[in-house]
């Protein structure tokens, strides 16, 4: 019997999963507000699934309105124990052509008006995020995603950036600069909340076309975007279901599961009660510890 509960938050084009039996839309409330949308939970090969839509069905939310601490904290109050984030991006490399899929290792945030972090005054936390992904569950992720047909490359740097505007073609030639892969406008703050909720954190970005430093860029017409980012959410479900089955049998433990045990700054006879009674969920067990 897997014990895995995989959450899976969907990006632009990916408002829902096939394949799931006993399914059903729930609705959560957080302490945090509204999450984007219902989660829809039920079993894809076995294993429980907890499905985020991140702009909410119909994609109504932009980037920065995303409440990312709400979502995370939704999907863990329903049982999750990892998250796979699936999102469409701009390449910023000549060899990352659209269709391509990019399980990235690395962020580069540049967002400024998102709420980054569940702690602050009254209970202060710092998690480190030196590898802000987890590689088994990224590892398992890039294996599914060639399952799924897709071209796949392994690591990779993903520059945040605020949006909802795309880059001036001065910024996308600095960001290509500083080595990043691809760009997107979601993945920030949500690793860093995913990860101090204790949640192994992966993320497959799914290119839809080259960001404006590419002399071709003005001769891609939103038709072809379109087609490309309905054609990668096909993928990117077939994706879903076979990660799906590689979870069968027993979640091994990992470090990630434990990031806030030396995290906790603020001294126990200092913590706020009301932070703590909205910490309960996101940070319940190093709480109690």
């Not at 609705?27 to 429980?48: A, R």
């Not at 990860?195 to 080259?210: F, G, I, K, N, W």
């Not at 990992?254 to 045990?261: G, K, Q, R, V």
């Amino acid at each position: 019997m897997s014990n895995w509960v995989l959450g899976v938050i969907g990006g632009s084009g990916l408002y829902e999963v096939d394949g799931l039996t006993d399914k059903r839309w729930v609705s959560v409330q957080t302490p945090w507000g509204p999450p984007s949308d219902e989660l829809l939970t039920g079993t894809l090969n076995g294993v429980k699934l907890v499905f985020l839509p991140r702009h909410g069905r119909g994609h109504r939310l932009s980037p920065t309105d995303l409440n990312f601490r709400a979502n995370i904290h939704a999907l863990k109050s329903l049982g999750c124990t990892d998250i796979l984030s699936v999102s469409a991006v701009g390449s910023l490399r000549e060899d990352l052509h659209p269709g391509m899929f990019v399980v990235v290792n690395q962020f580069i945030d540049r967002t400024f008006a998102r709420e980054k972090s569940f702690f602050g005054p009254g209970l202060v936390a710092h998690v480190s995020m030196a590898h802000p992904v987890c590689p088994r569950l990224s590892s398992m992720a890039a294996e599914a995603a060639r399952a799924a047909g897709a071209q796949v490359v392994e690591g990779g740097t993903y520059l945040v950036m605020e949006g909802p505007q795309f880059s001036t073609k001065a910024e996308s030639e600095l960001y290509r600069s500083w080595g990043c892969h691809v760009i997107g406008m979601t993945n920030m703050p949500e690793a860093k909340l995913a990860r101090e909720a204790e949640l192994p954190y992966a993320s497959v970005a799914m290119v839809t076309d080259y960001d404006c430093w590419h002399e071709d860029h003005d001769h891609v017409d939103v038709a072809q975007i379109i087609a490309c980012l309905l054609a990668n959410a096909a993928r990117g479900k077939d994706l879903i279901g076979a990660l799906a089955g590689q979870l069968g049998g027993p979640r091994p433990a990992s470090p990630i599961d434990t990031a806030l045990t030396n995290a906790l700054i603020t001294a126990p006879h200092a913590r706020d009660q009301a932070m703590i009674d909205k910490l309960a969920v996101v940070a319940g067990r190093a709480l109690r510890g």
